[in-house]
């Protein structure tokens, strides 16, 4: 039950419960009023002012930025992509899984051209995958060659479609008897993505 100094009267002579504050608000009420202006004034301005401009998709003095999204198809079944961009070239890094007993994993440096809101892409970087399916990890390191478009459909949004050319490397089969050897034929995989700019 409140105690009778949480109670105030006001000036027709009714009963009024006391505000409750925290610590803090009673810190900031002992304040003189030049200091809560001036705390007032800078919280405003903090708020209203303009956020640094930030690129959202690649091309011409575009700037640096930053796209993340997901893929089907290209180095797995799914896949989440990172993508840091400067101007008309980034680094597009893929982390994905084909049957959720493996780990794939790209690393692709990639050249937009034109600066309308279809672009034409190229790339070129390395793919590995690691599987287990008996007691030995299998391990495999692919070159990789994704040619395509990537269509900003709205800012920040944007999709792409792509055919990967894959070459193999190397390979380190899970099976120490399976002595077959490399297939060295270059290996196209279509891959398509959704990305949005932070």
């Given at each position: 039950m409140p105690h009778e100094s949480e109670y105030r009267e006001d000036d027709a002579g009714r009963a009024q419960a006391r505000p409750r504050y925290t610590p803090a608000a009673?810190?900031?009420?002992?304040?003189?009023?030049?200091?809560?202006?001036?705390?007032?004034?800078?919280?405003?301005?903090?708020?209203?002012?303009?956020?640094?401009?930030?690129?959202?998709?690649p091309g011409p003095d575009a700037g640096e930025g930053v796209r993340i999204g997901i893929s089907v198809g290209g180095i797995s079944t799914v896949g989440l992509t990172v993508e840091l961009f400067r101007d008309t070239r980034s680094v597009d890094m893929t982390v994905g899984t084909w049957r959720f007993r493996d780990v794939s994993v790209s690393a692709v440096v990639r050249q937009y051209f034109g600066a309308g809101s279809a672009r034409p892409v190229v790339g070129l970087g390395l793919w590995?995958?690691?599987?287990?399916?008996?007691?030995?990890?299998?391990?495999?390191?692919?070159?990789?060659?994704?040619?395509?478009?990537?269509?900003?459909?709205?800012?920040?949004?944007?999709?792409?479609?792509?055919?990967?050319?894959?070459?193999?490397?190397?390979?380190?089969?899970?099976?120490?008897a399976d002595d077959l050897p490399l297939n060295r034929r270059l290996v196209p995989l279509p891959e398509v993505y959704y990305r949005v700019a932070r």
């Amino acid at each position: 039950m409140p105690h009778e100094s949480e109670y105030r009267e006001d000036d027709a002579g009714r009963a009024q419960a006391r505000p409750r504050y925290t610590p803090a608000a009673r810190n900031l009420l002992r304040f003189d009023p030049v200091t809560r202006t001036a705390a007032v004034l800078a919280f405003v301005l903090s708020c209203s002012a303009p956020a640094p401009a930030i690129a959202q998709t690649p091309g011409p003095d575009a700037g640096e930025g930053v796209r993340i999204g997901i893929s089907v198809g290209g180095i797995s079944t799914v896949g989440l992509t990172v993508e840091l961009f400067r101007d008309t070239r980034s680094v597009d890094m893929t982390v994905g899984t084909w049957r959720f007993r493996d780990v794939s994993v790209s690393a692709v440096v990639r050249q937009y051209f034109g600066a309308g809101s279809a672009r034409p892409v190229v790339g070129l970087g390395l793919w590995t995958v690691a599987a287990k399916p008996d007691d030995r990890i299998g391990w495999s390191l692919v070159l990789r060659a994704p040619i395509g478009v990537d269509w900003e459909v709205s800012d920040p949004h944007a999709v792409g479609a792509f055919l990967n050319v894959n070459h193999a490397l190397w390979v380190r089969r899970s099976d120490p008897a399976d002595d077959l050897p490399l297939n060295r034929r270059l290996v196209p995989l279509p891959e398509v993505y959704y990305r949005v700019a932070r």
